[in-house]
């Protein structure tokens, strides 16, 4: 099963979890504990969010405390349900509660009780529940990520640019944008049968079909107010630039494609406004992201294998943990380095006999 190939993939043999076991090259023999009590604190950008943590948990052997955000409170609660209805002494280890952000009381008390704590928020929240965090108490965080794609030039072919654009759409479309996982800009490559300023044609066409199917969560008037500010400011800019081409929803701010030569790395207003932006080569891209390589996450690419590695060896120096198939941006596997890190062993402490 997926779940004994994570173990085994992070853990070699999943035994050391119940016994002293050899080591494999160093001598004497190890075994693995999990925390008592892992409380996890999860944002509420995104459904789906303590799925993760709670399996991670069960297969430390630890229970977990989930505390739900105002924003998303029902999605780990069904999961932990469902899990009762198959195995309900397992559930027993797993709880989600809600308490208000900032109750030093209930922080108090309930990170003091546990043994790892889990946060997910922005840089902010992070630091707000770090306060609280005993020292002795092991602290896991997942701050603000950015991400974005690349499409290569033997993508933008005639023949592929549909399907590239259809994965790129549903990379922007999943969760409006609101995940770390979701991009902001697409650097398209120049010298292919499509050019990147069609290909943003394309897109938008993409954006529009997938709406219809899969429209957009209800924005607040701030946010929609942002977007059309921001569309106005490059209506503005297409009207005395030809390096620019903006395209829009018809009705509403439903989507938004905006086509501009500058190929500056601008972080989205969200709610699916995209950028496309030319480069003459792949090669160029790390140097334009180089100043947020402290937040950079995901990297969805359109690119063949014979390129693609080196490219992700660039990413990888600049800090990206993921490089992902186009269309896949959004939904990562069970096995992957969250934020370049474990998901098992950091939450795992060893106990060795020595020879």
Same mark, same amino acid.
């Given at each position: 099963?997926?779940?004994?190939?994570?173990?085994?993939?992070?853990?070699?043999?999943?035994?050391?979890?119940?016994?002293?076991?050899?080591?494999?090259?160093? &001598?004497?023999?190890?075994?693995?504990?999990? =925390?008592? +009590?892992?409380?996890?604190?999860?944002?509420?950008?995104? =459904?789906?969010?303590?799925?993760? #943590?709670?399996?991670?948990?069960?297969?430390?052997?630890?229970?977990?405390?989930?505390?739900?955000?105002?924003?998303? &409170? +029902?999605?780990?609660?069904?999961?932990?349900?469902?899990?009762?209805?198959?195995? &309900?002494?397992?559930?027993?280890?797993?709880?989600?509660?809600?308490?208000?952000?900032?109750?030093?009381?209930?922080?108090?008390?309930?990170?003091?009780?546990?043994?790892?704590?889990?946060?997910?928020?922005?840089?902010?929240?992070?630091?707000?529940?770090?306060?609280?965090?005993?020292?002795?108490?092991?602290?896991?965080?997942?701050?603000?990520?950015?991400?974005?794609?690349?499409?290569?030039?033997?993508?933008?072919?005639?023949?592929? %640019?549909?399907?590239?654009?259809?994965?790129?759409?549903?990379?922007?479309?999943?969760?409006?944008?609101?995940?770390?996982?979701?991009?902001?800009?697409?650097?398209?490559?120049?010298?292919?049968?499509?050019? &990147?300023?069609?290909?943003?044609?394309?897109?938008?066409?993409?954006?529009?079909?997938? #709406?219809?199917?899969?429209?957009?969560?209800?924005?607040?008037?701030?946010?929609?107010?942002?977007?059309?500010?921001?569309?106005?400011?490059?209506?503005?800019?297409?009207?005395?630039?030809?390096?620019?081409?903006?395209?829009?929803?018809?009705?509403?701010?439903? $989507?938004?494609?905006?086509?501009?030569?500058?190929?500056?790395?601008? =972080?989205?207003?969200?709610?699916?406004?995209?950028?496309?932006?030319?480069?003459?080569? %792949?090669?160029? %891209?790390?140097?334009?992201?180089?100043?947020?390589?402290?937040?950079?996450?995901?990297?969805?690419?359109?690119? =063949?294998?014979?390129?693609?590695?080196?490219?992700?060896?660039?990413?990888?120096?600049?800090?990206?943990?993921?490089?992902?198939?186009?269309?896949?941006?959004?939904?990562?596997?069970?096995? $992957?380095?969250?934020?370049?890190?474990?998901?098992?062993?950091?939450?795992?402490?060893?106990?060795?006999?020595?020879?």
């Amino acid at each position: 099963t997926k779940l004994i190939k994570l173990l085994r993939e992070e853990l070699t043999d999943p035994l050391f979890l119940d016994e002293f076991r050899s080591r494999f090259a160093a &001598p004497g023999m190890s075994r693995a504990y999990g =925390p008592g +009590l892992i409380t996890a604190v999860f944002a509420g950008n995104v =459904p789906g969010l303590p799925i993760g #943590n709670i399996i991670y948990a069960l297969l430390t052997k630890s229970a977990i405390l989930g505390k739900s955000s105002s924003a998303e &409170p +029902l999605f780990g609660s069904l999961f932990a349900r469902s899990i009762e209805e198959v195995n &309900p002494q397992l559930a027993q280890c797993i709880a989600m509660v809600s308490w208000k952000g900032g109750d030093e009381e209930i922080e108090k008390q309930v990170f003091g009780a546990s043994d790892a704590v889990i946060v997910y928020g922005s840089e902010h929240s992070v630091n707000e529940v770090r306060k609280s965090v005993p020292s002795d108490v092991r602290l896991i965080t997942y701050g603000h990520k950015l991400s974005f794609g690349v499409i290569g030039r033997e993508s933008l072919t005639k023949k592929t %640019v549909k399907k590239t654009a259809e994965k790129a759409a549903r990379d922007v479309s999943v969760f409006d944008q609101q995940g770390c996982l979701s991009p902001h800009v697409f650097y398209a490559e120049k010298g292919g049968e499509i050019s &990147p300023a069609e290909f943003a044609r394309f897109l938008a066409d993409k954006m529009d079909t997938l #709406n219809k199917i899969l429209p957009r969560s209800k924005v607040s008037i701030s946010e929609s107010s942002q977007i059309l500010q921001l569309r106005g400011t490059y209506e503005l800019k297409e009207a005395a630039d030809d390096g620019i081409t903006i395209y829009a929803s018809g009705e509403g701010t439903d $989507w938004t494609v905006i086509y501009e030569r500058d190929p500056e790395f601008v =972080p989205s207003c969200l709610n699916r406004v995209i950028r496309v932006k030319p480069v003459k080569d %792949v090669s160029e %891209v790390p140097a334009l992201i180089k100043h947020i390589k402290g937040y950079l996450q995901t990297v969805g690419a359109a690119l =063949p294998k014979n390129r693609l590695l080196k490219f992700a060896d660039e990413m990888g120096k600049l800090g990206a943990d993921r490089i992902s198939p186009l269309g896949k941006m959004t939904s990562p596997p069970l096995f $992957w380095h969250h934020d370049g890190r474990h998901n098992l062993l950091d939450l795992i402490r060893w106990t060795d006999i020595e020879e």
